[in-house]
């Protein structure tokens, strides 16, 4: 079935650093792949998503990159600060109304 | 700007009870989403819904299962019988998608604690 898989699970970083998290896709017909950022106990809140037709697309201090031959896609923090510690979801969809696979979640730590 | 709310935000039941889960989507949208997320663990998918009835849906979401949109605002997610795996924070979204907007809009969440 469809999967989608994070890595890693835990990313530790000093503030001001960069943090970059993979994830890669089995479903070819994927088309549109969203990131979302969870506080703890609070619901996931989107913070950049890219479509199939894009290679890279940038939002100030974050940034996506999309591999559609190989189906990989990351995310690119840079000058993090310790606000950005969260857990972070990669996922994957065929677009509205279809199912949205969620990769296990990266667990950031930006350390002042 | 609009959100997406649930309620209750916090349910406990025991075992074999009926629960509904409410959700209200934010006005405009066309697509409705219920996901569940066990403690420390992944988002998962369990249904879309578009047009009053369901779009596609998960092996989670089985026969306990349903979902109903009953008037032109609420979204509801019905267990019939539940279980003690059914314990979990379950989300409510919903997407635009008109033109190229899926963006999917999470409401806060119900968690339900079943004993």
């Known amino acids: 079935g469809e999967n989608v898989e994070q890595h890693p699970s835990t990313l530790s970083v000093q503030e001001g650093d960069s943090a970059v998290i993979k994830c890669t896709y089995s479903?070819?017909?994927?088309?549109?792949f969203p990131w979302y950022k969870q506080e703890l106990g609070k619901r996931p809140q989107l913070i950049i998503d890219?479509?199939?037709?894009?290679g890279e697309k940038k939002d100030q201090r974050i940034a996506v990159t999309l591999n559609k031959t190989a189906k990989h896609f990351s995310l690119h923090i840079t000058e993090t600060q310790p606000e950005d510690s969260a857990v972070y979801f990669c996922?994957?969809?065929?677009?509205?109304?279809?199912?949205?696979?969620f990769g296990a979640g990266t667990r950031l730590f930006v350390k002042a | 700007e609009p959100e997406v709310t649930q309620t209750p935000s916090h349910q406990v039941t025991q075992m074999g009870q009926e629960v509904i889960l409410r959700c209200v989507p934010i006005s405009n949208h066309l697509y409705f989403y219920w996901y569940r997320q066990i403690l420390g663990q992944k988002v998962e998918f369990l249904v879309s819904f578009y047009n009053n009835e369901i779009s596609e849906k998960s092996e989670i979401f089985d026969d306990q299962f349903s979902v109903e949109r009953p008037d032109g605002s609420n979204f509801t997610l019905k267990i019939r019988s539940t279980k003690l795996e059914h314990s979990a924070m379950y989300f409510c979204?919903?997407?635009?998608?008109?033109?190229?907007?899926?963006?999917?809009?999470f409401g806060p969440g119900t968690r339900l604690l079943v004993l």
């Open positions: 996922a994957a969809s065929k677009g509205g109304g279809f199912k949205t696979i």
């Open positions: 479903d070819s017909a994927s088309n549109y």
């Open positions: 979204a919903s997407s635009a998608f008109s033109g190229r907007e899926e963006t999917q809009y």
């Open positions: 890219i479509r199939s037709n894009v």
